[in-house]
């Protein structure tokens, strides 16, 4: 995989050309500090309270009921719901950066996580240095690049001491020579045509930092937050502001869950049609995003690993996921072993699960070095939902954790 | 047995299981009709090793359907089987057999005590040596040598194992019992039918594996995925199994029945999905 690019050592070959010497390794931004706050609130600590001293007294108790700045940003981040994507659309700038910055919440729409679309659209552009800010996609890139060159030249290096071996040896007819020279030329036109189409060469299309040029342009790309984001930030946090597409009015937490739960399913359900239910994608999900959030991990989609999340230590910039989580929702509570309906809502959910299934997920998962976590959400049953508010609801879904790991006899032997 | 490639074999049942007992047979099956089956016994010493099985053979329902339908195979039910043979027995050779088991019995106890005296009483002799090394370096080997010893006594021969050969039951005239196989049998049976080596696909999290040729020579093509042409299924599934068959280098294959005619034959359709990583 991407992530583990050892490189084997180059074959003692004397024809290899010396390896360039490695440029000047960017410096990387203090991520220690921008992103220093886990969360989008502001905590501010009361002083030290020191009891025979009246002065620290009295500051204490001044800060403790007059604090001085709020912990919610003022004022709230805002976002807008789109029906389209399911999703919470953010686009002022202000809300975009300090949503990734403390708490890497949300993906950009044109990027891979990190909405970066302005920076990478400023160097095509020449507004900045080729060497400047570079983004994590660009670093990816030169990375894959590198790695096919290297390979190119080792390719090429092989087939010239094959050539030269069979020249010594006079099993070269001078038709082969012919061809063999015929084939390096073509390759070599072949790689200089990848090189050029498939990576613009930076240094021709990037002016000199003198001669920047200013081009003026709009910001295309928009934050995305999933659902269980925007729920976690406007409910369990209370530092984001959701706008209703239509009218523009913020939505409150009673009004959100309804909608998102309607837009966890494919295709939405019509609001106000069906009565919420436990075990709907949204509320599970929420659930289980909410019990790692509060737990401290930096909780990230896990559609790319064919799993519901992935648990980050400190955050996607500092550390690979370890976890990958996937949920199952459990239904435990009587209500799914005696009533009819309870009984057939429970199998229809179970016969999903295969053992091929498990096995699936678990080889993905395992080929990226992340440990699978089945996460058992207990569903309440539906009359327990009737009459409560959001935060009741949420008090009755209780989270366990199993953790799965690919187990061989023949390699665990110790 | 002595030609199987012409007559069709046993395949004995028990629990669902379905074993091919007949060593002759696996090669045929395996040449001629693309079945592998898998090896199910293990070295008696070291049962939790796999690297060396061998019979019995155990086969899928999907292989045992296929070849009871070309009628290279019938169903045998094990349990039956043995009933019937040990049915046949007359008094005497019951009694011969308990007799000779019993024997057996005997003397492999006999054989145990034996090693495990003959264990302590090198164990002391060993202990007695050590002391008298300890107590006068030079003295030591006056007494001590094996030569002295009495030598280990014979083993005593191991029981001689009788065989009782079950004879393999005639082929039963008339309708034939079959298999019940999961619903992922049309596609298996295309797959077959397009001369690929199927295996389970457990390991690689999906319901079969294909290979273009035999597994010893090939490495396998596909991880085959059965679906009911409308069945709805999870987005997430594709790229869990896209990213799947990418890791291993093989396609995700995903088919099913799209119709059945008239004479009954299902129209099968397979997809193949890769990772594009663009």
């Known amino acids: ?414 | 047995m002595s030609d199987c490639s012409t007559t069709p074999f046993p395949i004995h049942t028990s629990d669902n299981r379905y074993l091919i007992l007949d060593i002759n047979v696996i090669p045929i099956l395996r040449e001629k009709y693309r079945i592998l089956g898998h090896m199910l016994g293990t070295l008696p010493q070291i049962p939790q090793q796999n690297v060396f099985l061998g019979l019995p053979m155990q086969l899928l329902p999907e292989e045992a359907k296929l070849l009871v339908d070309q009628g290279a195979a019938y169903l045998v039910d094990s349990k039956e089987v043995y009933r019937d043979w040990y049915k046949s027995l007359g008094e005497e050779e019951k009694e011969k057999i308990l007799e000779e088991r019993k024997h057996a019995e005997v003397m492999d106890g006999e054989r145990r005590k034996q090693e495990a005296d003959e264990r302590k009483r090198k164990f002391w002799e060993k202990k007695r040596l050590d002391d008298l090394k300890k107590q006068g370096g030079e003295t030591s080997l006056e007494g001590g040598s094996g030569s002295e010893t009495p030598t280990v006594s014979e083993r005593p021969e191991t029981p001689i194992q009788t065989e009782y050969v079950v004879a393999a039951p005639k082929p039963p005239s008339g309708s034939t019992e079959v298999p019940n196989v999961p619903e992922t049998y049309p596609l298996f049976k295309y797959l077959h039918e397009k001369e690929y080596y199927l295996s389970s696909g457990l390991r690689f999290g999906a319901n079969y594996v294909a290979y273009p040729g035999d597994p010893a020579r090939f490495h396998s093509h596909f991880c085959v995925n059965s679906k009911q042409f409308d069945e709805e299924f999870s987005m997430i599934d594709i790229v869990g199994g896209g990213r799947l068959g990418g890791g291993v280098k093989k396609g995700w294959l995903l088919g099913g029945v799209e119709n059945t005619d008239e004479s009954g034959k299902d129209n099968v359709r397979a997809f193949c999905v890769e990772w594009g990583g663009f």
């Open chain 1, 1 to 414: 995989m991407a992530e583990s690019t050892a490189e084997t050592p180059v074959s003692t070959s004397p024809k290899v050309a010396p390896q360039q010497p490695r440029k000047q390794q960017t410096k990387k931004p203090n991520y220690g500090i921008i992103h220093k706050d886990p969360l989008p609130l502001t905590i501010t600590p009361t002083p030290e309270l020191t009891l025979h001293n009246p002065l620290s007294v009295a500051h204490f108790l001044y800060s403790y009921f007059f604090a001085a700045n709020n912990s919610h940003p003022v004022p709230l981040y805002t976002g807008t719901f789109n029906p389209l994507t399911s999703s919470v659309h953010i686009t002022d700038e202000r809300s975009v950066n300090d949503l990734w910055c403390r708490g890497f919440f949300g993906k950009g729409n044109l990027s891979r996580s990190e909405p970066t679309w302005l920076i990478r659209t400023q160097r095509r552009l020449g507004v900045i240095g080729a060497d400047e800010n570079l983004t994590s996609e660009e670093i990816t890139e030169r990375r894959r690049n590198e790695r096919r060159e290297f390979k190119a030249e080792r390719a090429r290096a092989e087939r010239e001491k094959l050539e030269e071996i069979l020249a010594r040896e006079g099993k070269l007819t001078r038709e082969q020579q012919m061809l063999a020279a015929q084939l390096e030329e073509d390759s070599k036109a072949a790689s200089e045509d990848v090189d050029t189409s498939a990576v613009p060469d930076l240094s021709t299309l990037v002016a000199e930092p003198e001669a920047r040029t200013n081009i003026e342009f709009e910001n295309q790309e928009h934050l995305q937050l999933s659902l269980e984001e925007a729920f976690f930030l406007s409910f369990g946090l209370g530092s984001l502001q959701v706008l209703d597409p239509d009218t523009k009015k913020p939505l409150s937490p009673a009004q959100l869950l309804p909608l998102f739960r309607a837009h966890s399913y494919c295709p939405p359900l019509l609001q106000g049609v069906d009565p919420l239910q436990p075990d709907d994608p949204f509320l599970v999900s929420y659930a289980v995003y909410h019990h790692f959030r509060s737990l401290g991990w930096v909780v990230k989609s896990g559609i790319k690993f064919s799993v519901d999340f992935l648990l980050y230590n400190r955050g996607p910039v500092f550390s690979h996921a370890e976890f990958a989580v996937k949920i199952l929702p459990a239904y435990e509570h009587p209500y799914y072993s005696s009533s009819h309906a309870g009984v057939a809502r429970k199998q229809r959910a179970e016969k999903e699960r295969t053992w091929s299934w498990l096995h699936a997920i678990n080889r993905v998962c395992s080929q990226v070095k992340k440990t699978v976590i089945l996460v058992y959400v207990e569903v309440p049953a539906p009359e327990q939902l009737e009459g409560k508010t959001v935060g009741e609801i949420m008090k009755l879904f209780r989270v366990k954790e199993v953790s799965l790991r690919r187990w061989l006899p023949t390699r665990n032997r110790d």
